[in-house]
């Protein structure tokens, strides 16, 4: 069965990198676009980009251009998202999403379970 | 960019049938997706294409899209059925994914 697995809660100062992690399994992991959504406290959704896991190509949101990273290791089937520049209002629980069909376009049938990343002094 | 506009609440009584609308420019060219999220959980895909349900889903979800605006519809709402509701697009002029605000349902 197809299950996406991410990293634990990250406590992280203001300025800080973190990096999120979603080990995929299940299915083939090049063969499926990896998407990342956040979600603020008592906030909704917020799409931040796609890696393609074939060939490491991304898309990012216009949000998040210049300080979002998102790149694969395909020998541990493994999505990495890294956020640079960390301020307080980036206090969220992260998501990885995995697209449906095999591009980026589409809906997304399999979540992680939530990264919780709280930027705090 | 592309927006979506959802209401941000909706109420229904148990048995009922709540809808849940989300609004975008000629939103019935694109294809509509929708999610249920219950507080402290990843959302999960309830309806996609529009209208299909993914299997497991109950029958009572159902969809429609046209013109500016699709809609999510629950028939016989459940307590259970209590969650945020998010509609979500592909915008294929900048390959990006849209989501709607969101909608809080309240079974009263």
């Known amino acids: 069965q197809v299950q996406l697995v991410q990293s634990g809660t990250e406590v992280k100062k203001p300025g800080a990198s973190v990096k999120v992690s979603c080990k995929a399994s299940?299915?083939?992991?090049?063969?499926?676009?990896m998407h990342w959504v956040r979600q603020a406290p008592g906030q909704g959704l917020e799409w931040m980009g796609w890696?393609?896991?074939?060939?490491?190509?991304?898309n990012y949101a216009q949000t998040f251009q210049g300080w979002v990273t998102m790149t694969r290791d395909t020998s541990i089937s493994t999505a990495y998202m890294e956020l640079s520049r960390l301020k307080s209002d980036d206090t969220a629980v992260y998501y990885c999403?995995?697209?449906?069909?095999?591009?980026?376009?589409?809906?997304?049938?399999?979540w992680g379970q939530g990264t919780l990343v709280t930027v705090s002094s | 960019s592309y927006v979506l506009t959802q209401p941000p609440s909706v109420s229904v009584a148990p048995g009922q049938t709540a809808s849940i609308t989300c609004g975008g420019n000629?939103?019935?060219?694109?294809?509509v997706h929708w999610y249920q999220q219950k507080p402290g959980q990843a959302p999960v895909l309830v309806v996609y294409d529009d209208s299909d349900r993914p299997s497991g889903i109950p029958e009572r979800f159902s969809g429609s899209n046209s013109g500016n605006t699709a809609t999510l519809t629950i028939s016989r709402v459940e307590a259970g059925d209590e969650a945020d509701y998010y509609c979500?697009?592909?915008?294929?002029?900048?390959?990006?994914?849209?989501f709607g605000g969101g909608t809080e349902l309240t079974v009263l």
């Open positions: 979500q697009v592909w915008d294929s002029s900048r390959d990006h994914v849209v």
């Open positions: 000629n939103i019935g060219s694109k294809s």
């Open positions: 299940g299915y083939t992991f090049t063969g499926y676009y």
């Open positions: 999403a995995r697209s449906s069909g095999m591009a980026a376009a589409g809906n997304f049938d399999y």
């Open positions: 890696v393609n896991p074939n060939n490491s190509g991304t």
